[in-house]
């Protein structure tokens, strides 16, 4: 079973969450942990031979250390690349909470030291006219990584984000900054000295700019000690 469980949300849409989740999968796997990982919907996948895939799910699959199929990894997949209700709407699927804890739950069971379990878009995306993605780590039970995306406006939104987590009754086990184009945001230093000091949260990195990801060139930004104490 896997001992430390993590669900991994972002302050919006592309922020960064596969890079920061695939990152920390390769720092843990630097200290000798096994992982698994997760981002049970998934929206804007391909056709392929092998059914449709999505490019998040198959940097999750090459990022941690245990094998798993492509379905375990990502059990709902959905081709068009918009909200994933809308997107389930079209595909004459339904989505609710109950299913997609169940799939975590059974991935849970994976002998492992650290799971991630990728959120898509931000905190209250939709499931359902009455479900939002926020009701499935609240089900689970599992602290929350928050993906900030270095860039303006960002303050407002970590910390909207950070209370909305909170007043769902979970713990931010850590944040991660993200640089989100080539250039560095304006002020980024004092953006980041106020997250650091408003989150309430440890800060586990913030992740350079890079022209082609690199998850392993990633984890050397990161210090993911603090999520293995306790």
Partial sequence: MARKTFFVTGTDTGVGKTMVSAAILEAAKALGKRTVAMKPIASGCDQTPDGLRNEDALILQEAITEKLSYDRINPIALEPAIA???????????????????????????????????????????????????????????????VVALKLGCINHALLTAEAIRGDGLVIAGWVANRPEPEPMACERETLDYLTNHLGAPRLGVLPWLDEPAPPVLAESLTVAPLFEN
């Fill in 84 to 146: 994933p209700h809308v997107a389930a709407q079209q595909a004459g699927k339904g989505l609710s909470a109950q299913r997609l804890v169940g799939f975590c739950r059974g991935l849970q069971m994976q002998p492992a030291d650290l799971m991630l379990i990728e959120g898509a878009g931000g905190w209250r995306v939709p499931l359902n006219d009455r479900e939002t993605y926020s009701v499935v780590p609240r089900e689970l039970g599992v602290p929350v990584i928050l």
